[in-house]
């Protein structure tokens, strides 16, 4: 799909990070926005640092988790444009690091809500309407944790596994509507975010000494990319049709390494 001057794009979890850098990505091409967030504050001030660059973006407060309330943030896009032609289901947090056996069952089922249901609302919710324009993409953020194992973040790995999975089939869903459709999953290594402080914020991970730190601290620099890098790579990947994305240093090679694991198991049997 090109990505054009006047399509509409909505993004959750569009106050920070890779969202935000989604957001600054296509209102650069001069795409209009739907910018969404569960939390207000970092809403309003996302908002604004895009309209002081010129953006057109209209603010909604959603949880993706909730699915009335992204259908009604699929009725105010409607609303407010008339139209929507990307859709990044992006919005998520990280869940504490443990082994399985030691990860409660409310992580599971807030890293299931978010992670997993948000993504399903978003689909549900737009879908059709891309459907009914006869053209769209959704954009799915998973993470490279959805390519390979992840150890001590289970309930991470296994709701981004499950995303990696729904896309590809979305994907080939949407195809059998009309070629002018498509669906692209997101797998980036480490970005530089607020992740943490806002997953702490949101009550998903329990503050500490480090979750305010840049993630610059704990890894060398070219092992981090910033939102912006990343928003660009998945542009260009919905530009080129393409259903995987997946930035940063050493995503590739786990991937392969998980991808040649599983056939010699396979070819085993
Ligand atoms: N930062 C990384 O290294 C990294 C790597 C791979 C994948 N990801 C994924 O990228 C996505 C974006 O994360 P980020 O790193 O930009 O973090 P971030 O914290 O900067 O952005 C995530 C945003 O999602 C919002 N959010 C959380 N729960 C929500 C809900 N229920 N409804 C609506 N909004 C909600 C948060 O308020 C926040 O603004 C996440 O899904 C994350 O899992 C991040």
Known sequence: MHIEKG???????????????????????????????????????????????????????????????????????????????????????????APMWEQDAATWQRMISVKLLGVIHGVKAFAPLLIARGSGHILNTASSGGLAPLPGRTPYTGTMHAVVGLTETLDAELKQVSAELGATVLCPGLVDTALGANSAALGAIRADANTGRSMRDFAPPEAILSPRQVAEEAIAAIEAGRVHSAPGRGVVERAQARGEALLRDITAD
């Open 7 to 97: 399509q509409v794009a909505v993004i959750t979890g569009g106050a920070s990070g890779i969202g935000y850098g989604l957001a600054e990505a296509l209102a650069e091409r001069d795409v209009r926005l739907v910018l969404s967030d569960i939390r207000a504050d970092g809403l309003v001030s996302a908002e604004a640092m895009l309209r002081d660059r010129g953006a057109q973006v209209l603010a909604v407060k959603a949880d993706v988790g909730v699915e009335d309330s992204v259908r009604l943030l699929a009725e105010r896009t409607l609303d407010a444009y008339g139209r929507v032609d990307i859709v990044c289901n992006n919005a998520g947090v990280v869940c504490p690091a």
